[in-house]
């Protein structure tokens, strides 16, 4: 049957899929298969940028908060949302105190305690920890342990943000000291209070989870005995094993998959296709890289010239992608703020190649032999970056190539593997390094744009001193920077929407990067599958839906 719309909206980083084979009423035990496509660097996500160690929040990781659809949040380990009117935050907003449920423990055993979020804030500080920069963190003056499960936070100057800490916990007890590297065990595959626990990595090949016996949540959950997670690299392979029954569940797709798995359900694959109209807080995103070789004293050759972003911004023909490659799965989109937080809808630059060259004509980038111009003896050619294998991708690419083809500038795809394009800088990774041209990747965060806008600040960029800083645009604006401290620390709603709105009119001006399309939101699922919970921001992929998992009594690659 065709794709079926889905009444309650919901909220995703990816169009997410889970199957198995057509079964009965699902029954406990047995172990999913999911089929991994991006394999990070560690699974930790407090020490990674790569969407594949977002896995660990579907099983292992919990935060304090969860958020709830209309933004607001709600307590998870915390026992309460701190507030001003229960007297969790102090009048001038400088001291927040953060309760645990009482009763939690990691999955070996061990209590969860206040003594593990001073921890986490600790290594958050720690300069020589590699976790990756956040700046609510960087905003905590000072921590006290009240008791065993009241943390009381003062923060250097208020912090809107307050609800934004401590995604992910860390426990104190398996750590040798706060100045945590990504060699770390913990790094690699962390501890967590989820429904399952870690127990192997195999590169390459696989991880292996198996049930948290304890989980504080239901002594009758997890329902499943285990999960298998098979990395599988190759997009095509994990969407064809997905709709053939190989896995039980893909992390993930993307709007791109969402008309072939369409057809696929037409044509009788044990799979249900659900979408719904798209947010803008998650849009594809070309990276510009603005300096030399990551040398901000240097603009890089071609894209220093703001003419040349503004032509790449007017050549794009965004429309033909969405229609053509996407078969209509994803919306225009031109701003990087989220629609759902207030800010006004941008519609991005019209494709208009006639203005594109025109603008590099007056700028001086004269056409030469082949097509390709040149100025000042320096070609308009250009590296151009994905994640490889990921074929829809590729295609759309190859439009974007075309576009830039038909206004004088030479794109060059060179792909490679995730780790080598967001690895961090002390790693060689090319993004952190600048050492790249053009990239492509799918990137956003809400409901609070802030968060995002932290992203494209001067201390996010990747130096040797900030190894883990991901500012990949190696841009440099003051008065962005400052507009992005006002958002950070006024408790006052509005001016907090005015300081966002007028740093999103910056970055679009600069054209720090260029928005390609708003994903489409959709979820894919066979329905032997039970148990499966929808979350509005993260679809299936929460500890709360994994946690009820069942397989049909007919089990497809699981068992």
């Not at 969407?51 to 933004?71: Q, R």
Request: glycine fraction near 10%.
């Amino acid at each position: 049957m065709p794709a079926r719309a889905v009444s309650a909206a919901v909220g995703a980083l990816v169009l997410t899929a889970a199957g198995c084979a057509p079964g009965g009423a699902g029954s406990p035990g047995s172990t999913a298969v999911i089929a991994l496509i991006q394999e990070p660097g560690v699974l930790s996500p407090m020490f990674s940028n790569q969407s594949g160690s977002d896995i660990s929040d579907a099983f292992v990781v919990e935060p304090l908060f969860l958020i709830k659809a209309d933004g607001t949040h709600e307590p998870l380990l915390a026992e309460t949302v701190p507030t001003a009117d229960n007297g969790g935050v102090s009048q001038d907003g400088l001291t927040v105190t953060y309760t645990l449920r009482e009763g939690i423990t990691w999955s070996d055993g061990e209590a969860l305690t206040a003594d593990d979020l001073a921890f986490t804030a600790e290594v958050a500080q720690d300069p020589d920890a590699a976790a990756f920069p956040d700046p609510e963190y960087a905003s905590i003056d000072s921590t006290e342990v009240v008791d065993e499960l009241t943390l009381e936070v003062t923060m250097k100057e208020p912090q809107p943000g307050y609800l934004n800490l401590f995604q992910q916990v860390l426990p104190e007890h398996m750590f040798e000291s706060s100045a945590v590297r990504t060699d770390d065990p913990q790094a690699r595959l962390p501890l967590g209070t989820g429904p399952f626990a870690y127990e192997d990595w195999q590169s390459g090949n696989q991880i292996t989870l198996t049930a948290n016996d304890d989980y504080w949540r239901d002594p009758e959950q997890p329902a499943l005995d285990g999960v298998t997670l098979k990395i599988t690299p190759d997009k095509q392979a994990a969407l064809s094993g997905f709709t053939s029954g190989q896995y039980d569940s893909v992390f993930f797709f993307t709007a791109g998959d969402l008309a072939e798995l369409s057809e696929a359900e037409e044509a009788g694959a044990p799979v249900t296709v659900a979408t719904q109209p798209e947010t803008t807080g998650i849009v594809e995103w070309l990276w510009l890289n603005h300096s030399d070789g990551g040398d901000l004293d240097e603009p890089h050759p071609v894209l220093g010239d703001p003419a040349v972003r503004e032509a790449i911004d007017l050549g794009l023909d965004r429309r033909s992608i969405i229609d053509d490659v996407l078969g209509g799965f994803g919306t225009l989109s031109g701003s990087f703020l989220y629609a759902g937080f207030g800010s006004a809808h941008r519609e991005p630059s019209p494709h208009d190649p006639d203005e594109a060259r025109a603008v590099l004509d007056d700028a001086g980038w004269e056409v030469g032999d082949g097509g390709i111009r040149e100025k000042d003896g320096v070609p308009a050619r250009l590296t151009f970056q994905t994640i490889s294998g990921d074929q829809t991708r590729a295609l759309y690419q190859q439009t974007i190539q075309q576009d830039m083809k038909d206004i004088g500038i030479e794109l060059v795809i060179e792909n490679v593997p995730s780790n080598s394009l967001f690895d961090s800088r002390d790693k060689g990774g090319l993004l952190a390094t600048g050492d790249f041209d053009i990239a492509m990747s799918r990137d956003g965060h809400f409901p609070d744009p802030a968060i995002w806008m932290e992203v494209f600040t001067t201390g996010y960029i990747p130096t040797e001193e900030n190894p883990v800083g991901f500012s990949y645009s190696h841009w440099s604006d003051d008065e962005f920077d400052a507009l992005e401290r006002e958002a950070a620390t006024t408790m006052d709603p509005e001016a907090r929407k005015e300081a966002l709105r007028e740093a999103d009119r910056i970055f679009t001006e600069d054209r720090v990067a260029i928005p390609v399309y708003a994903s489409a939101v959709g979820y894919a699922w066979n329905t032997g599958l039970d148990g499966v919970e929808i979350d509005y921001w993260d679809g299936m992929w929460t500890t709360a839906s994994s946690a009820g998992w069942t397989l049909g009594s007919a089990e497809g690659a699981g068992g």
